[in-house]
């Protein structure tokens, strides 16, 4: 009896072996992605109440504002949601791929998750007390309480642990398998995590140095345009970190799915390096129309935006080879035909299908956004907000569901039910549905004038304002189809991760193509990638930052505003 | 002769007077990317030279070091503010920094490195870098405008380029230092 247990277990461990299974290293992803869909939920209904204010059907109470809501929408959507999620699927890919992760790496990635969580509450709790109702981007001169500062670098440090964590396992690695390519997904975690580590340097120095001091009233002003220079160059890298996230999906985990090969893996590599080199200097488009900034550099800048665009659509074009040459295989025909053979009940597929899809209208709408005259037209308009709707809450997010759904499973040593695939595929339109109506709305009545950042107003029933109502309408219609859409996924989520029945789920990786180019292995280098990604960085901030630092004007003390 | 064209075209794109102009008009473009670029430009075309002329190359500089030489000597002239300012005022002077920096500086540098041994390339690095922070602490610094040419913010701007390029070169030396890449290849 016993030795038949134990034979068991063997097997067990032997299968999970195969399948690239660590327990320990399961259950540190299956909290992080619960955080992420935790703060999904949460956000949602704080997303809800902000639209259903925006269409006046909805006052908010004075303990409770509009502005605390937005707020904590904001960061609960973008900070928790996506570094949680993103963080708990790459170490799910470093785990599976390179042997599961060293017990070091694993501490510092629990060590990171407290400090994070440390952090958040840290961040929430002068929310909730109205005093820090500064918008996730907490541009100075508005000062919330400091607490809420400390709480922001606390997530800093944790999010670097991480980042610690991952460069020791893929060195570790690499030390192990000498000439060996590092496997793809781990190596788009890299990336990442390349990013996050030197993003984040940015904004550390922003609060650290800047904020800090001038909340606590150390320092009497703040020099509004360093602050808001280096919020940006973290804050768009955040950005592309969520897309490299996306992409990592739809390049290696979507060919599997629909039982293809994956695009060169090459061109991948080099997409990743690209996106790392070039990321950073994007920041400026966020500064468009911010004073101080000289126009040659602004427009040097609008060209380093649009070179990101260049692998992006180096992305569209072997995605959609990659669907068609596995529909043909398939015996899919003609010139729309072969769409026939792709798997579109399956959710696996269907979500980040979906989201590619919004890639298309969202990256359109990135150039238009990218060119000064026509930033002008929407700049901190709804048109801004839709945009990054349709980027981030669709493109990423649906990716991300798109995930969850075997990803969840893996984690959990369960199976992915024919029941929850069919909730999945319902998500997926309920979402996608509600995300156009939403994200359309905000567009188009963005032209129109209606601002972001505002509650309900009619500026005294000034006939322009009242002209946005059935807009703001439709706003709150898809707002609540999204909430629908939310409760479902995050059902789904939960339903995987604890009840659904156990059984082994495979980590979906996609072999290569069989005459594929040999990957050079200056690849691997990353050393000189991130010496040529400083220089470029340095190339595109010196100018600005001595400009603003030199020629400073006098500096803002704080202000509350609200 | 695919890298020898790509740093043909380079070139021509670098001394297109609309490109050269504006790359001119901000100080620290024109020293920290124009002038790399050109001696970059000048790096790809060595190949054709290196194929065309293998023996010269072989009789003057078989251990790198006379080649090296030339490239610092090079730098270290274009360095100076005064140049700088020439090469704005007087056609010759541009003349000159157009041939001199890709076709000895970036050619040189090109032939030579691969044959120096390691201490040599380090020497030549840690000069660099202490130069860098030198002249970068010159141009924050100096109370005055140091070329005709420039404003003072923008001697400021390239003072600060000087040093985060240093930055940049003690990052490199130390990742040299400390990690051995046999360990990973
Ligand atoms: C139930 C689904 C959602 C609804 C109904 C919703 C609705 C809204 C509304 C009405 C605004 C405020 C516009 C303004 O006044 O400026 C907003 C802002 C925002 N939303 Fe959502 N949203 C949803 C989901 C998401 C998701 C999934 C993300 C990202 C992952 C997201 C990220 C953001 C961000 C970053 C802001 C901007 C906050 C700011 O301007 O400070 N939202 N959302
Ligand atoms: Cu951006």
């Excluded at chain 2, 030279?49 to 030339?70: A, Y």
């Excluded at chain 2, 970068?136 to 985060?164: H, K």
Aim: net charge positive.
């Amino acid at each position: 009896m016993k030795m038949e247990a134990d034979l068991k277990i063997g097997f067990k461990d032997k299968a999970n072996k195969m399948l690239g299974y660590h327990p320990e290293d399961a259950k540190l992803s299956k909290s992080y992605i619960a955080v992420a869909f935790i703060a999904l939920l949460v956000g949602g209904f704080l997303g809800l109440l902000q639209g259903l204010n925006r269409a006046g059907l909805l006052e908010l109470p004075s303990w409770f504002n509009y502005y605390q809501v937005l707020t904590a929408h904001g960061l609960l959507l973008i900070l928790v949601l996506t570094a949680f999620f993103t963080i708990g699927y790459f170490y799910a890919a470093l785990s599976h791929n390179l042997g599961g992760l060293l017990p070091k790496v694993r501490k510092l990635a629990w060590i990171g998750f407290f400090i994070k969580l440390a952090g958040f509450v840290l961040a929430v709790i002068p929310i909730l007390m109205n005093e820090a109702s500064v918008m996730y981007t907490f541009y100075p001169p508005m000062a919330a309480h400091p607490v809420f500062y400390i709480g922001l670098a606390l997530i800093v440090v944790g999010v670097w642990s991480c980042c610690i964590g991952a460069f020791i396992q893929v060195a570790n690695w690499r030390k192990n398998h000498k000439g060996q390519h590092v496997p793809i997904l781990s190596y788009f975690a890299t990336g990442v995590f390349v990013l996050l580590f030197f993003a984040l340097m940015f904004v550390a120095v922003e609060v650290l140095f800047m904020i800090i001091p001038w909340v606590f009233g150390w320092v009497d002003t703040i020099n509004v345009m360093v602050a808001r220079t280096l919020f940006w160059a973290f804050g768009h890298t955040l950005v592309n970190i969520w897309y490299l996230t996306a992409v990592s999906a739809w390049y290696v985990v979507v060919p599997k799915v629909i039982g293809g090969k994956r695009w060169s893996d090459l061109l991948t590599r080099v997409v990743i390096i690209a996106l790392v080199i070039m990321n950073i200097t994007g920041g400026f488009h966020h500064q468009i129309i911010d004073p101080g900034i000289n126009e040659v550099v602004k427009f040097m800048h609008v060209f380093m935006s649009l070179a990101i665009g260049f692998p992006s659509l180096m992305t569209a074009f072997a995605l959609f080879a990659v669907f068609e040459r596995t529909a043909r295989r398939k015996g899919g025909k003609g010139l729309i035909g072969w769409w026939k053979k792709m798997p579109w009940g399956d959710v696996r597929f269907l979500a980040p299908f979906i989201a590619m899809v919004a890639f298309i209208p969202a990256g359109a709408g990135g150039i238009a956004q990218s060119t000064n005259q026509l930033d002008q037209v929407v700049h901190n308009t709804m048109w801004i907000v839709g945009h990054f709707h349709l980027t981030l809450g669709m493109s990423v997010v649906m990716t991300f569901f798109g995930i969850s759904y075997w990803l969840v499973p893996f984690i959990s040593n369960r199976v992915l039910t024919p029941q929850i695939n069919r909730l999945g595929v319902i998500q997926t339109w309920i979402w996608t549905a509600g995300m156009i109506c939403m994200s359309g709305a905000m567009h188009y009545v963005g032209l129109l004038g209606s601002p972001r950042r505002t509650s309900y107003t009619t500026y005294g029933d000034h006939a322009t304002a009242l002209g946005w109502d059935p807009y703001l309408m439709l706003l709150a219609v898809g707002g609540t189809l999204l909430i629908v859409g939310v409760i479902l996924q995050v059902y789904a989520v939960f339903n995987m991760m604890f009840f659904a029945p156990k059984g082994d789920t495979e980590f979906p990786i996609a072999e290569e193509e069989d005459n594929a180019t040999k990957t050079p292995y200056i690849t691997e280098r990353w050393g000189l990638w991130i010496v040529i990604m400083l220089i470029v960085v340095a190339m595109a901030y010196v100018i600005p930052l001595t400009e603003f630092i030199v020629n400073a004007p006098p500096g803002s003390p704080p202000f509350k505003t609200w | 002769m695919n890298q020898s064209f790509y740093g043909l075209l380079l070139y021509i794109f670098l001394v297109t007077p609309p490109v050269a102009n504006f790359m001119e008009s901000l100080m620290v473009i024109h020293m920290h990317m124009q002038m790399p670029m050109l001696v970059i430009a000048g790096m790809l075309m060595a190949r054709f030279f290196q194929k065309r002329f293998p023996r010269f190359f072989e009789k003057w500089n078989s251990n790198g070091v006379p080649g090296i030489t030339l490239f610092v000597i090079l730098m270290v002239y274009w360095m100076l503010p005064r140049t700088m300012d020439e090469a704005l005022t007087s056609t010759l002077v541009e003349g000159f920094k157009f041939i001199s920096l890709p076709f000895l500086a970036g050619i040189s540098l090109r032939d030579s490195w691969k044959k120096l041994n390691p201490f040599g390339k380090n020497s030549i690095i840690i000069s660099f870098t202490v130069l860098f922070i030198g002249l970068g602490w010159i141009y924050i610094w100096s109370p005055v405008q140091l070329c005709n040419n420039y404003l003072v913010i923008e001697q400021v701007t390239l003072g600060w380029a000087f040093l985060l390029t240093a930055i940049g070169m003690i990052v490199y030396l130390g990742y040299n230092f400390f990690i051995d890449p046999s360990a990973y290849e």
